[in-house]
């Protein structure tokens, strides 16, 4: 699987939007990319994942280059509950080893 | 309600013991999986199934064993020739084939004095 690169911390403002990036420059054709969070002392949870397309839920967006080589998610209207790490991770279609690695701690700020 | 159950919360043994580590889910996921998180870092895979009666290493599977004898059930046993047990350990789940997401457990933090 291919590795990811994301910044160890950034803040936000509450109210306004957060810009996450991840690097992925070396993924292949069958790997998707993959965000979770993980807020202190609990299991990760699922946010959302994408091949090619930008993609959109309830929580989030995810853009993702014409390249796939890097991708970012985005929290629109980020609030103090969204305060956590956020994990950038690449997996193909049919493996079965997902491997995380040290996040984006994300701080929003009142 | 449908999810994974890890139990318990937090365990406390003494150095030399093996302890085993539980996990359930009962949404008839075929994988399922291990992670240790050490304070501050990541996520580091230990072992992961894919199937019942079949199972590979991670990363980081010296010091610990696994068995999956039932599609529900994957426990963890941390031995004692793991030399830093101490660890937030945290179970998942996922449909084998395809682009689906893990669902993780609660996790169990097990402190080993």
């Known amino acids: 699987d291919a590795k990811t690169t994301q910044p160890t911390s950034m803040d936000c403002a509450e109210g306004r939007a957060a810009n996450l990036p991840c690097n992925h420059s070396?993924?292949?054709?069958?790997?998707?990319v993959y965000w979770y969070r993980q807020i202190h002392s609990q299991g990760p949870q699922y946010i959302i994942h994408?091949?090619?397309n930008n993609e959109t839920n309830e929580m989030a967006s995810l853009i993702i280059t014409e390249d796939r080589k890097s991708s970012t998610l985005i929290l629109p209207h980020a609030t103090l509950r969204d305060t956590a790490v956020y994990y950038c991770?690449?997996?193909?279609?049919?493996?079965?080893?997902?491997?995380f690695g040290a996040g984006t701690r994300l701080t929003v700020k009142p | 309600d449908g999810g994974i159950t890890q139990s318990p919360k937090y365990l406390f043994r003494k150095e030399g013991q093996n302890v085993t580590l539980s996990c359930e889910q009962n949404?008839?996921?075929?994988?399922m999986y291990w992670y240790r998180q050490d304070p501050g870092q990541g996520l580091r895979l230990i072992y992961y199934?894919?199937?019942?009666?079949?199972?590979q290493k991670g990363d980081i599977a010296e010091g610990y064993s696994v068995s999956r004898e039932k599609k529900e059930s994957f426990p963890l046993t941390v031995t004692s020739a793991q030399k830093n047990p101490t660890a937030f350990y945290l179970c998942?789940?996922?449909?084998?084939?395809?682009?689906?997401?893990?669902?993780f457990g609660p996790g169990t933090r097990l402190t080993v004095t």
């Open positions: 994408g091949l090619k």
């Open positions: 070396t993924i292949s054709g069958n790997e998707y």
């Open positions: 199934s894919q199937i019942v009666n079949d199972f």
């Open positions: 991770i690449v997996r193909g279609y049919n493996n079965n080893d997902m491997r």
């Open positions: 949404l008839n996921h075929d994988a």
């Open positions: 998942a789940s996922r449909w084998a084939q395809g682009a689906y997401e893990q669902y």
